[in-house]
């Protein structure tokens, strides 16, 4: 809610032009932070759970890692984006928001921490406080009636907490003091090249739709499809969360139970349906006044249908990056990293073929046609691999449900937005504890199901 709020703010304050200079600088800068982490924590994590390494040793290796490419990134970066554009208030930010990828590098290697031990305390308190000082910023900001570039200093804010919070937590657990073994650090780079393939390819797959629209297109259709994308992906958030603290899980049950390690996956998918089928049915229904909402009148024409399509996206998402996952944990990260240069190659050629002519409706159904493959194309190949069924009768289920919080929104058409929503959400929750296809009961079977494994 935090995020929402700040990103609000920020729009209703610069406007379409300005909020796409500032995203453009964003959307560039994130596109390199995948650089930041190289896959060797999830390596790292997939090693310690399985019994072939020590945790501590291999966390202070990435360390040693980490202070040697972070600040050559860091320049690669920020070159890179004054090469390719031209804009003065877009080239300052890039250079601001380049110190994301210092402090980015030095993050990720305290995530293996909290991931093998399945203690993210650390990692939420520090991810609550860092939208929280984001927002405190931002209405400093509008209050004050700031220059754009310091909206680009306030987006510092979440890494440099995240940082400060995750590595004190870490360090209780573990020394971080880096440690300089070249023959170690190759054979870890060995072993991580088809994660940090897939990684890379994957950020370059949902930040190569903004840079190619901000060639391709105008600034304000550019902070519209900001906008859009900061709400609708800010859902993605929780799926996040649930992956990364699924991972050891699925990695072991794969290890000693390839039945329970399909039912398991099965379950997670459910849950992922469950949480992402209201962000694409609601959130595309209610997408006009939600974006007038939160931004103003001059987002509504444009952002109305790029709001819905990134809503549907998002949805997608959560049920394929939780099966991605699961490719991962059965250690079929190769077909993960050739089936992502295929994925990367198609949606930056539907990016040019649409972006320059529908704008960011186009970039929205490029990212809806890409998320239905790649959903469709990992559940067939884990049907081969692990007899994985993907759970028809949940879905159908789940109507149930979601026609129950569209007859609300709908009822209360008349009503403010935020109302709508929030009836909408809470009509869809009882429902479906009171018919399925989830109940309390259900949550508990599959907390269960993690706790035993």
């Not at 050559?72 to 930010?93: E, F, I, K, Q």
């Not at 209360?412 to 479906?432: E, G, N, Q």
């Amino acid at each position: 809610m935090a995020s929402v709020v700040a990103v609000s703010m920020t729009a209703r304050y610069l406007g379409p032009g300005r909020y796409g200079q500032l995203t453009i600088a964003v959307v560039f800068i994130g596109t390199w932070l995948c650089l930041s982490d190289l896959g060797i924590g999830a390596v790292i994590v997939r090693r310690v759970t399985s019994g072939r390494g020590e945790l501590e040793r291999l966390v202070r290796l990435n360390s040693g890692l980490s202070l040697v490419y972070c600040v050559p990134l860091v320049a690669l970066a920020a070159g890179s984006g004054l090469l390719v554009y031209r804009d003065s208030d877009v080239r300052t930010m890039l250079v601001v928001l380049s110190g994301q990828l210092l402090m980015a590098t030095m993050t990720t290697r305290f995530e293996p921490v909290f991931v093998a031990n399945v203690r993210f305390f650390a990692v939420a308190f520090s991810d609550v406080a860092g939208r929280l000082a984001t927002l405190a910023a931002v209405a400093w900001l509008v209050a004050t009636r700031a220059d754009i570039v310091w909206f680009a200093v306030a987006q510092l804010i979440p890494l440099a907490l995240q940082l400060l919070i995750q590595g004190t937590a870490a360090s209780r657990d573990i020394s971080l003091r880096p440690i300089f073994s070249w023959r170690e650090l190759a054979d870890l780079l060995r072993e991580a090249l088809p994660v940090m393939g897939a990684a890379v390819l994957a950020t370059v797959y949902w930040r190569c739709d903004g840079v190619i629209l901000s060639l391709l297109s105008n600034h304000a259709e550019v902070g519209v499809y900001g906008l859009a994308c900061s709400v609708a992906f800010n859902t993605v958030t929780v799926a996040m969360f649930f992956q990364n603290a699924t991972l050891s899980t699925a990695t072991k049950l794969f290890s000693c139970d390839v039945a329970a390690f399909a039912r398991f996956m099965r379950s997670s998918v459910e849950l992922m349906w469950f949480l992402g089928a209201p962000v694409a049915v609601i959130g595309g229904l209610l997408a006009g006044p939600l974006i007038g909402f939160l931004g103003d009148q001059a987002f509504v024409a444009r952002g109305t249908p790029t709001l819905a399509l990134l809503c549907i996206a998002a949805a997608l998402r959560f049920v394929g990056g939780t099966l991605s996952q699961g490719l991962f944990a059965c250690h079929h990260q190769g077909f993960l990293l050739w089936m992502s240069v295929a994925e990367l190659g198609v949606i930056v050629g539907l990016n040019f073929a649409l972006d320059g002519r529908y704008g960011a409706v186009g970039a929205g159904i490029a990212l809806v046609c890409m998320e239905v493959s790649r959903m469709l194309i990992v559940s067939w190949w884990l049907r081969r691999q692990c007899g994985y069924r993907t759970p028809v009768v949940f879905l159908l289920r789940l109507l149930t449900p979601l026609a129950a919080s569209v007859a609300v929104a709908l009822l209360l058409a008349d009503h403010h937005v935020v109302l709508r929503l929030t009836a909408a959400f809470a009509a869809y929750l009882a429902t479906s504890m009171a018919v399925g296809p989830i109940k309390w009961s259900t949550l508990a079977a599959v907390r269960r199901q993690r706790v035993m494994a």
